[in-house]
DNA sequence: TCGTGTGAACCATTTCACAGCT
DNA sequence: AGCTGTGAAATGGTTCACACGA
């Protein structure tokens, strides 16, 4: 009997299903927004380019929401993903360097539109800290040890030039911050037990360039030359070694 | 006998692989300015946070360049996966959507370190066209069909609201342009062939907030809980079916 | 009839473990 | 003695194919 509606002990999710999730999410807003009550994998699948399989088993990982002969009521299943995914919480967001990037990042659609608050911003240059940006000051870095709300974010995100970037991530982890999300074009070292994800443009213009000089030089589709992707990369930490 | 040196019939590099050199790059050019002249497989690992048996197996696909008993020379390994990626090549890359992000991205030590070269620069606001961001002055989008250079950049980066996403992805296609790296918040369609990559941080942040529920949720680390991240997603698109 | 949910087969990637070179 | 390169085993993820329910 598979379980039903709000699952008491949640199957483990692999990896690859979870990033895939916020895609489905965006598809689904996308069609609820056209008033499309329902929707089926296939559906879900052509837009995401991806196997209509993969989607049905994604979905089945968080319950049994679809309907057979049907498909998925859309809003139901943007609620269940939403719930998966940890989003119906609140989780208050630090910016770390509020320069070009830092302003656009929190001026962006990816906040507002998705419900992630941003609680504090910092910066260590003088002449920025105290302006106004959106709806905060931007506070100097060395206060990021007593955040504004009186409680560590959960999130901070890192949009400083290469060179300031261990050092913000250092000053995160020691003010309590358990996830960073790194937007400097630079390695990060963090203790085991904080998530850490990259957001990086000249990675993502390497991995293009591979795959074009290989679509360039294979006339004939070495690499099936259609390769569209979303962020595809897997230097996931497992544990370094579970001591024996 | 492996294959020495240039390698004229290159093994086909997972896609696992491809995101994980650019990685390496950048820690073998950090070495590099530390003055190490050579690296191992356990050094690049602990800093990427990978087992060393991969960075091995990640390397031997390019070929065999390490030395047993003293590792890789760093500089020798830096230019083989800089051939390997292509990135010795010029692609020229025009950006489309000159606001914050896109400013930003212009400015970044992403493009500029890499040896990405910026063709040029659309927006659609009068406002904009015809600005100066760095060397470059702001082009109206309609003359997209009819770069500054005369040719068709190979990337285009899309920094333009998620409105005006998918309109733009079809005007980079129809201008020739064979690679697209979309930072709106929009899920486009673009023909088979043409490569696609996704950089967007409303799903990085519903990424770390499913983890960090995880790990809040289960008091043991029930996935192991210190999850670093490059990026790591997958929708990668196989083909559609090869015609039977 | 249509479309989900899911075992089972398949394929890709990771990790182990060790032979072989320096 | 140290570290690469790589078969082979283990793991993880994807796709097939079909029973089942609406």
New interface residues.
Partial sequence: MPTDRADPRPR??P??T??????Y???LA?RLGAGEQTVSSEQLAE?????AAKVRKDLSLLGSFGTRGTGYDTAFLIAQIDR????H?D?P?AVVGI???G???V?????S??G?RIADLYDRDPNVVGQRVGPLLVRHIDDLHEPATGEAP??GVVST??AAAQEVADALVNAGV??I?NFA???L??P????????????????????????EAGARP??????????????????PAPPP
């Fill in positions: 483990r999710i990896e690859a979870v990033v895939r999730l916020p895609v999410q965006r598809i996308e837009r995401a380019r991806v196997n998966a995914l940890g989003v919480r989780w967001v320069g070009n990037l302003r656009a990042l001026n962006s659609e990816g906040f539109l998705h992630f959960a999130i030039p290469a358990r996830s999300l074009p630079r390695v070292t963090v085991l037990g904080v998530i850490l994800r990259y957001v990086d443009l000249s990675i993502e213009l390497q991995v293009i360039s591979f795959y074009l000089s290989r679509a070495e690499l099936p030359s259609e390769v569209a992707m979303w962020r595809s990369i897997s230097l996931s930490a497992r544990d």
